[in-house]
């Protein structure tokens, strides 16, 4: 019983990770597809505490570039950076597995800067308002080493919030929504 108990708290507690992540981004808003988004491609950092074998939370960061479309007009588009961290609270049925896979629930923000619109040639001033979310993700840890891990998953982001197009007229409002498909390393300590 004593070797069991100190197992158990003799486990790694941190992870620290990267990933490559594939965006499929959806807007939905309030003009029948004026503005649409196009898929994007970008890396992350992952940063994991777990309070138990089975419990934990996980920050989540990403920075990606985005493509806007604005009316399935090719001369007409922009772009954006975005910033959407997502923190999570992940549940590990079988921590002591090889294979040891996981659900997550949790909240995300999205921060936008530097938005460009360009239609049939003008430029136009945009603005996307900062929002929260929430989130959820899937996946599994596969044990390498004794520190290494491989890592994929599927999260689902989910935010409302309103981009300002000038010659609009009026804020449009966007929800948007994001399946991400991702693989990376993990290293825990």
């Known amino acids: 019983m004593v070797s069991t108990a100190m197992a158990a708290e003799d486990f790694k507690r941190w992870s620290v990770g990267t990933q490559i992540m594939y965006l499929d981004i959806d807007l939905d808003e309030n003009?029948?597809?004026?503005?649409?988004?196009?898929?994007?491609?970008?890396?992350?950092?992952?940063?994991?505490?777990?309070?138990?074998p089975n419990f934990s939370a996980e920050l989540v960061?990403?920075?990606?570039?985005?493509?806007?479309?604005?009316?399935?007009?090719k001369l007409s588009g922009g772009e954006?950076?975005?910033?959407?961290?997502s923190l999570y609270v992940k549940y590990y049925p079988m921590p002591q597995w090889k294979i040891s896979p996981y659900v997550g629930l949790g909240v995300d923000w999205v921060f936008a800067w530097d938005e460009e619109i360009n239609i049939t040639g003008a430029d136009y001033k945009a603005h996307i308002d900062s929002s929260f979310g929430w989130a959820a993700k899937i996946g599994a840890d596969i044990k390498i080493t004794e520190n290494l891990y491989a890592n994929f998953d599927i999260m689902y982001l989910n935010n409302d919030t309103e981009i300002d197009i000038n010659s609009v007229g009026r804020n449009v409002d966007l929800d948007i929504e994001v399946w991400s498909y991702n693989v990376g390393m993990k290293y825990r300590f």
């Open 61 to 73: 960061a990403a920075i990606a570039h985005v493509d806007i479309q604005i009316d399935d007009n």
């Open 31 to 52: 003009l029948n597809g004026f503005v649409s988004a196009e898929d994007a491609m970008t890396g992350g950092l992952t940063v994991e505490y777990f309070f138990t």
């Open 80 to 85: 954006t950076w975005i910033l959407p961290p």
